[in-house]
């Protein structure tokens, strides 16, 4: 006998002991009396008794009909059991969101409990911009935030310079320029600091955009330090040797100075991104509530960057063409 | 970055760290290169990787200067001569004759002026179409500068950028510095089987005979260091030397990522140190101030530990 035909006539025993009647208990299975009278039949030749009296009107349960019945309504509850933890472990995972590694927990703690209030269970998990990417592929995420260049993103991150020194200029907020940063003159051999990109601002364009700006504000390559861990590069500022590229909100966080670089084509872009190849449905209307929420967890301060500079000016005009000469 | 070290050269241990030093700095603004500097009334030197043949850029104007004055001084070309550039087929550069919009008729003398002070292309480049690039190349090899080639025209190098790069300069600058990496070059012109050439030890030993009149002719030396001594450009060689009591008689390079100098630095007190620096550097920019103070740092400290 399969197993789940076990349970199906152990469901058949119950109802019957529980209704005393064949025809109630058919009906309450959903089934025509003749398949439950034989699953009856079945289960007792495989049982080796009788388990219903059927010598009188009223069907009553024999002494191995009473004492198995305790053990089969037991096992009946415990297949229910296992299924309601499968359904509820199928749903949490159904609804995890992928995030940057440096959203504000707070931010996501509201996330999960909208969720609950909307009767899902959403889980978030901080990943790598290109595994956020990689899970909304492969279905281990329902939503993700991806990386966009700003200027087409629906959530716009500024980025800055965070340090533990205290702002150098009394206004603090003043916008950075890289050239800026460049070693000064006469100011003696102490070191520049080093600018610490983390994993977040490493994915493909952003980086080439980076490198790129910093290359031509006359920074040299070893100004600039990629460290994938976010904890180790968070250290390295607060121990006043470097400077992170990070949002505002981070930044405040761990009590660091901060000021917005100057070209928004350098800031960070995001669009909530939903996996389209999953097994069973998703709610699309939860995109309405959790988008907000999200942008805020990020550190967003509205839509795509009006004008982004990194256009290399010195690529056109009438000039462009002595470039490519040799001078002196 | 090459992880490689340099094959010094130095007279003394001390000058050996300097030029340790100044091979450190270098690396540290992204710049590898090519040093030499040597007293040339002592002869004590210092520097590193001094033998390789280096794509000059602009630097192969003073060798062409050179031959362009012997013949003057010897009589078989008259200073005065004047020679009409035209725009449309003039070679292409920022400065002097190469940025005019008009026709000009310049006499030869003047055009060996512009194209030291200005380092201008298109001087340059009439001052080649008068005595041939073979011929320039021919002379130094009789006068023994074996370790400098010269192959072809100024306009070549925008010739071969533009070709490989159309007029994209961030493109032609990228492949310069992949090639480099890959040792296999795109661009004709940065390649030193057939790019005008110099290793830093031929360059300075030019600049001594040039000092010393030991190369050439006396009219002709004394005209080119003369000429040196007026060039504009003084974010390389002159950056940190810049004083009443020191003067610097130079001529820089910049192609792509080729950013050079070749001079003489001479004191008051009578000291005279030759230096080349020759660098190229990974990084993608055009302008790259820290490597050009870095050339002027390494240019400091090498006089200053060479003087007597």
Same mark, same amino acid.
């Given at each position: 006998?399969?197993?789940?035909?076990?349970?199906?006539?152990?469901?058949?025993?119950?109802?019957?002991?529980?209704?005393?009647?064949?025809?109630?208990?058919?009906?309450?299975?959903?089934?025509?009396?003749?398949?439950?009278?034989?699953?009856?039949?079945?289960?007792?030749?495989?049982?080796?008794?009788?388990?219903?009296?059927?010598?009188?009107?009223?069907?009553?349960?024999?002494?191995?009909?009473?004492?198995?019945?305790?053990?089969?309504?037991?096992?009946?509850?415990?297949?229910?059991?296992?299924?309601?933890?499968?359904?509820?472990?199928?749903?949490?995972?159904?609804?995890?969101?992928?995030?940057?590694?440096?959203?504000?927990?707070?931010?996501?703690?509201?996330?999960?409990?909208?969720?609950?209030?909307?009767?899902?269970?959403?889980?978030?998990?901080?990943?790598?911009?290109?595994?956020?990417?990689?899970?909304?592929?492969?279905?281990?995420?329902?939503?993700?935030?991806?990386?966009?260049?700003?200027?087409?993103?629906?959530?716009?991150?500024?980025?800055?310079?965070?340090?533990?020194?205290?702002?150098?200029?009394?206004?603090?907020?003043?916008?950075?320029?890289?050239?800026?940063?460049?070693?000064?003159?006469?100011?003696?051999?102490?070191?520049?600091?080093?600018?610490?990109?983390?994993?977040?601002?490493?994915?493909?364009?952003?980086?080439?955009?980076?490198?790129?700006?910093?290359?031509?504000?006359?920074?040299?390559?070893?100004?600039?330090?990629?460290?994938?861990?976010?904890?180790?590069?968070?250290?390295?500022?607060?121990?006043?040797?470097?400077?992170?590229?990070?949002?505002?909100?981070?930044?405040?966080?761990?009590?660091?100075?901060?000021?917005?670089?100057?070209?928004?084509?350098?800031?960070?872009?995001?669009?909530?991104?939903?996996?389209?190849?999953?097994?069973?449905?998703?709610?699309?209307?939860?995109?309405?509530?959790?988008?907000?929420?999200?942008?805020?967890?990020?550190?967003?301060?509205?839509?795509?960057?009006?004008?982004?500079?990194?256009?290399?000016?010195?690529?056109?005009?009438?000039?462009?063409?002595?470039?490519?000469?040799?001078?002196? | 970055?090459?992880?490689?070290?340099?094959?010094?050269?130095?007279?003394?241990?001390?000058?050996?760290?300097?030029?340790?030093?100044?091979?450190?700095?270098?690396?540290?603004?992204?710049?590898?290169?090519?040093?030499?500097?040597?007293?040339?009334?002592?002869?004590?030197?210092?520097?590193?990787?001094?033998?390789?043949?280096?794509?000059?850029?602009?630097?192969?104007?003073?060798?062409?200067?050179?031959?362009?004055?012997?013949?003057?001084?010897?009589?078989?070309?008259?200073?005065?001569?004047?020679?009409?550039?035209?725009?449309?087929?003039?070679?292409?550069?920022?400065?002097?004759?190469?940025?005019?919009?008009?026709?000009?008729?310049?006499?030869?003398?003047?055009?060996?002026?512009?194209?030291?002070?200005?380092?201008?292309?298109?001087?340059?480049?009439?001052?080649?179409?008068?005595?041939?690039?073979?011929?320039?190349?021919?002379?130094?090899?009789?006068?023994?500068?074996? $370790?400098? *080639? #010269?192959?072809?025209?100024?306009?070549?190098?925008?010739?071969?950028? !533009?070709? =490989? /790069?159309? @007029?994209?300069?961030?493109?032609?600058?990228?492949?310069?510095?992949?090639?480099?990496?890959?040792?296999?070059?795109?661009?004709?012109?940065?390649?030193?089987?057939?790019?005008?050439?110099?290793?830093?030890?031929?360059?300075?030993?030019?600049?001594?005979?040039?000092?010393?009149?030991?190369?050439?002719?006396?009219?002709?030396?004394?005209?080119?260091?003369?000429?040196?001594?007026?060039?504009?450009?003084?974010?390389?060689?002159?950056?940190?030397?810049?004083?009443?009591?020191?003067?610097?008689?130079?001529?820089?390079?910049?192609?792509?990522?080729?950013?050079?100098?070749?001079?003489?630095?001479?004191?008051?007190? $009578?000291? *005279? #140190?030759?230096?080349?620096?020759?660098?190229?550097?990974?990084?993608? !920019?055009? =302008? /790259?101030? @820290?490597?050009?103070?870095?050339?002027?740092?390494?240019?400091?400290?090498?006089?200053?530990?060479?003087?007597?």
């Amino acid at each position: 006998m399969w197993m789940v035909d076990l349970l199906a006539h152990l469901e058949a025993y119950v109802a019957v002991a529980e209704e005393g009647s064949f025809s109630k208990a058919a009906d309450r299975l959903y089934i025509a009396q003749p398949v439950l009278s034989r699953r009856i039949k079945h289960l007792e030749q495989h049982l080796g008794g009788e388990l219903f009296d059927r010598s009188r009107r009223q069907i009553t349960s024999t002494d191995l009909g009473v004492l198995l019945l305790p053990h089969a309504k037991d096992l009946l509850s415990r297949v229910d059991h296992l299924r309601q933890v499968a359904t509820a472990a199928l749903a949490s995972t159904a609804h995890t969101v992928g995030v940057p590694p440096d959203s504000d927990p707070a931010s996501l703690a509201r996330v999960i409990r909208a969720g609950a209030q909307a009767g899902v269970t959403i889980g978030v998990r901080e990943l790598p911009a290109e595994e956020r990417a990689s899970g909304l592929a492969d279905g281990s995420l329902a939503f993700a935030l991806l990386r966009v260049p700003p200027e087409t993103a629906a959530h716009h991150v500024p980025l800055g310079l965070a340090s533990a020194a205290p702002a150098t200029r009394a206004s603090g907020r003043r916008p950075v320029h890289l050239e800026s940063l460049r070693a000064r003159r006469g100011a003696g051999s102490e070191s520049s600091p080093a600018i610490l990109l983390t994993a977040e601002d490493e994915i493909g364009f952003a980086a080439e955009r980076f490198d790129r700006a910093a290359a031509r504000a006359g920074l040299p390559g070893g100004r600039v330090r990629r460290i994938a861990s976010t904890a180790t590069a968070l250290a390295e500022t607060l121990a006043g040797d470097a400077m992170l590229l990070c949002a505002e909100p981070f930044a405040r966080r761990h009590d660091l100075a901060w000021s917005p670089l100057a070209d928004p084509a350098l800031h960070r872009g995001y669009e909530l991104a939903q996996a389209t190849l999953r097994v069973g449905s998703l709610d699309g209307s939860m995109l309405a509530w959790m988008e907000p929420l999200l942008a805020v967890a990020i550190g967003a301060v509205g839509g795509p960057v009006e004008k982004p500079t990194t256009a290399d000016q010195g690529s056109s005009g009438p000039d462009r063409r002595s470039r490519l000469a040799a001078w002196g | 970055m090459r992880l490689r070290h340099p094959a010094f050269v130095a007279s003394s241990a001390g000058l050996l760290t300097v030029a340790e030093t100044i091979a450190e700095q270098w690396r540290r603004v992204g710049a590898t290169g090519h040093l030499l500097a040597r007293n040339i009334d002592t002869g004590e030197e210092l520097g590193f990787d001094v033998d390789a043949p280096v794509p000059l850029a602009s630097v192969v104007k003073a060798p062409l200067a050179l031959v362009v004055l012997d013949r003057i001084a010897t009589g078989a070309l008259d200073p005065a001569m004047p020679v009409t550039i035209e725009p449309a087929a003039k070679s292409i550069g920022w400065t002097g004759v190469a940025g005019f919009r008009y026709p000009v008729t310049l006499a030869v003398a003047d055009l060996v002026h512009q194209a030291l002070t200005v380092s201008d292309n298109a001087s340059a480049d009439a001052l080649f179409d008068l005595v041939g690039v073979d011929q320039v190349d021919e002379r130094l090899r009789t006068w023994g500068c074996t $370790g400098i *080639r #010269v192959r072809h025209r100024m306009h070549r190098m925008y010739e071969c950028a !533009a070709g =490989i /790069a159309g @007029d994209d300069f961030g493109l032609a600058l990228k492949l310069a510095i992949r090639d480099d990496a890959a040792g296999q070059h795109s661009i004709e012109t940065l390649d030193p089987a057939y790019a005008n050439v110099g290793s830093a030890a031929a360059l300075v030993g030019l600049l001594q005979r040039v000092w010393l009149d030991q190369i050439s002719q006396p009219e002709a030396t004394a005209e080119l260091r003369r000429l040196m001594a007026l060039q504009v450009f003084t974010q390389r060689l002159s950056s940190d030397l810049r004083a009443d009591t020191l003067r610097v008689s130079g001529k820089t390079g910049t192609f792509l990522h080729l950013r050079h100098e070749i001079g003489l630095v001479t004191a008051d007190s $009578g000291d *005279r #140190v030759a230096i080349a620096a020759l660098t190229r550097s990974q990084r993608p !920019a055009s =302008i /790259a101030h @820290d490597i050009d103070l870095a050339i002027g740092a390494a240019a400091r400290s090498a006089f200053e530990s060479l003087r007597r």
